[in-house]
T-cell receptor, first 114, second 115 residues
Framework: DAGVIQSPRHEVTEMGQEVTLRCKPI?????LFWYRQTMMRGLELLIY????????DSGMPEDRFSAKMPNASFSTLKIQPSEPRDSAVYFC????????????FGPGTRLTVT | DQQVKQNSPSLSVQEGRISILNCDYT??????FLWYKKYPAEGPTFLIS?????DKNEDGRFTVFLNKSAKHLSLHIVPSQPGDSAVYFC???FGYGGSQGNLIFGKGTKLSVKP
């Protein structure tokens, strides 16, 4: 298995632009998680889906952030408009409800907003 | 307020010696605890876990100890190897099973193992 796939790996954009991050979970996994990592706050859960349905989006910082999971093999995290304080590494992770709480992480997308 | 705390941002250990990474938590309802390892430019990878009904779990060079009364867990690496140099995250959850969702992470401890 290729593991969790994220694209792009790096994104540099200007303030005010729309940014879309993409994630392909491990095949067969039915839970998907979006995290953000910053120096100040560490790894924070933004939102997670179970069977393509958003279960908890309480970590989404504000309305500029939105996430979708149109099918079991694809999810997007969108920031519109982006701001410099959104600069961080964004991780996607997936897990199987038949297993432990072990989550498998993608390599992350490093976002820089100038 | 941080529910999972790793109070040591960094730790340096000599190759062959024991590395002990510590983690404290505040919520007694946590049911499952995990350790993740992260190399630069990679995502965290699962290392070892422990259920709240146990006090020890061992996997090769890695052992996790849980002290529920103290709300404390630790990861022991024996013997430490240079390849163990990474950031280690402690995480906790309220249930067993991936669909329970929310893993709450500590901020990590950077381990450096010197040859």
């Amino acid at each position: 298995d290729a593991g969790v796939i994220q694209s792009p790996r790096h994104e540099v954009t200007e303030m005010g632009q729309e940014v879309t991050l993409r994630c392909k979970p491990i095949s067969g996994h039915n839970s998907l998680f979006w995290y953000r990592q910053t120096m100040m706050r560490g790894l924070e859960l933004l939102i997670y889906f179970n069977n393509n349905v958003p279960i908890d989006d309480s970590g989404m910082p504000e309305d500029r952030f939105s996430a979708k999971m149109p099918n079991a093999s694809f999810s997007t995290l969108k920031i519109q408009p982006s701001e410099p304080r959104d600069s961080a590494v964004y991780f996607c992770a997936s897990s199987s409800s038949t297993g432990s709480d072990e989550q498998y992480f993608g390599p992350g997308t490093r976002l820089t907003v100038t | 307020d941080q529910q999972v705390k790793q109070n040591s941002p960094s730790l340096s250990v000599q190759e062959g010696r024991i590395s002990i990474l510590n983690c404290d938590y505040t919520n007694s309802m946590f049911d499952y605890f995990l350790w993740y390892k992260k190399y630069p430019a990679e995502g965290p990878t699962f290392l070892i876990s422990i259920s709240s009904i146990k006090d020890k779990n061992e996997d090769g060079r890695f052992t996790v100890f849980l002290n529920k009364s103290a709300k404390h867990l630790s990861l022991h690496i024996v013997p430490s190897q240079p390849g163990d140099s990474a950031v280690y995250f402690c995480a906790a959850s309220f249930g067993y099973g991936g669909s329970q969702g929310n893993l709450i992470f500590g901020k990590g401890t950077k381990l450096s193992v010197k040859p």
